[in-house]
């Protein structure tokens, strides 16, 4: 239902911006979240928005250096991400939540995030 792209391998201090597509017309419906998870390591969340997109959150290890956004004419969520870190390696997930219906999610494959420093 979801599919990430725009990972791939840059330095520190380079930026990305990963998309999520989703496949349902409900796209627009449904919160986003991004989490990622780094090898050895449990996944955690990085950012979130709701379906709306009147409201945003982020984790604080990428806050003031990550956005979060949708366009949900499109069906797309977004995850710019500047001032990347080293420690920002992981493969990154796109997540689509319902508001309404608990427990109703959807997870993309993941896209790969390398920062070499």
């Known amino acids: 239902h979801l599919v990430e792209s725009g990972g791939g391998l840059v330095q520190a201090g380079d930026s990305l911006r990963l998309s999520c597509v989703g496949s349902?017309?409900?796209?627009?419906?449904?919160?986003i979240g991004w989490y990622r998870q780094a090898p050895g390591k449990e996944r955690e969340f990085v950012a979130s928005?709701?379906?709306?997109?009147?409201?945003?959150y982020y984790a604080d290890s990428v806050r003031g250096r990550f956005t979060v956004s949708r366009d949900n004419a499109k069906d797309t969520g977004y995850l710019q991400m500047n001032s990347l870190k080293p420690e920002d390696t992981a493969i990154h997930y796109c997540?689509?939540?319902?508001?309404?219906?608990?427990?109703?999610?959807?997870w993309g494959q993941g896209t790969q995030v390398t920062v070499s420093s």
């Open positions: 928005i709701t379906w709306e997109g009147d409201s945003t």
């Open positions: 349902t017309r409900m796209f627009g419906t449904y919160d």
């Open positions: 997540n689509a939540a319902s508001p309404v219906v608990h427990g109703l999610s959807y």
